[in-house]
């Protein structure tokens, strides 16, 4: 059984949508931060040559049904504010982790809240039961935006804390 998500996501805030080829500059910029790369894993440096495989990976995990990636952005410019997106699928359970990360200056304003709960959503709503945030233990940040997007503490496992929704 498959499930996916819409692949365009709307919320009163933000908007997630695919990841496109005009998105390579924004992307370089979102995973060359070097306070986001404390707490995930991405290849250095991150330059446009690693952000179009991104692009062009992200539309074939799409297209797989095994991660969906989304540029979080402003419903009213195509501003993108950041990245989240499902992966680790586990079709047996109907389960998910999700992912979030949002641009240095575009913190603080709630869009991670917002692109989380847009995102979680829709994901409930097309069929999974189950939506994981694995969060450093160390990153509080996180675990704020996740605690505000609903979801509920369930344990610490391999240095890292395990939120769960619904």
């Known amino acids: 059984m498959r499930i996916e998500p819409e692949p365009v996501i709307v919320a009163s805030t933000v908007i997630l949508r695919p990841w496109c080829a005009q998105d390579v500059t924004a992307l370089t910029e979102i995973y060359r931060d070097p306070v986001s790369m404390q707490y995930i894993d991405v290849p250095q440096p991150y330059d446009a040559n690693r952000a179009t495989e991104f692009v062009l990976r992200a539309a074939g995990s799409r297209a797989a049904g095994t991660a969906f990636?989304?540029?979080?952005?402003?419903?009213?410019?195509?501003?993108?504010?950041?990245?989240?997106?499902?992966?680790?699928?586990?079709?047996?359970?109907?389960?998910?982790?999700?992912?979030?990360?949002?641009?240095?200056?575009?913190?603080?304003?709630?869009?991670?809240?917002?692109?989380?709960?847009?995102?979680?959503?829709?994901?409930?709503?097309?069929?999974?039961?189950?939506?994981?945030?694995?969060?450093?233990?160390?990153?509080?940040?996180?675990?704020?935006?996740?605690?505000?997007?609903?979801?509920?503490?369930?344990?610490?496992?391999?240095?890292?804390?395990?939120?769960?929704?619904?």
């Open 69 to 166: 990636h989304y540029a979080v952005t402003l419903p009213d410019a195509d501003t993108v504010l950041g990245s989240a997106y499902l992966h680790n699928i586990a079709t047996s359970e109907v389960a998910s982790d999700v992912s979030f990360l949002i641009h240095p200056r575009h913190r603080g304003r709630g869009w991670a809240t917002a692109a989380l709960v847009a995102l979680s959503d829709a994901a409930l709503h097309a069929g999974f039961r189950h939506i994981y945030a694995r969060i450093d233990p160390s990153n509080s940040a996180s675990e704020s935006v996740v605690a505000r997007a609903g979801f509920s503490r369930l344990r610490v496992e391999e240095g890292e804390v395990c939120w769960s929704r619904p």
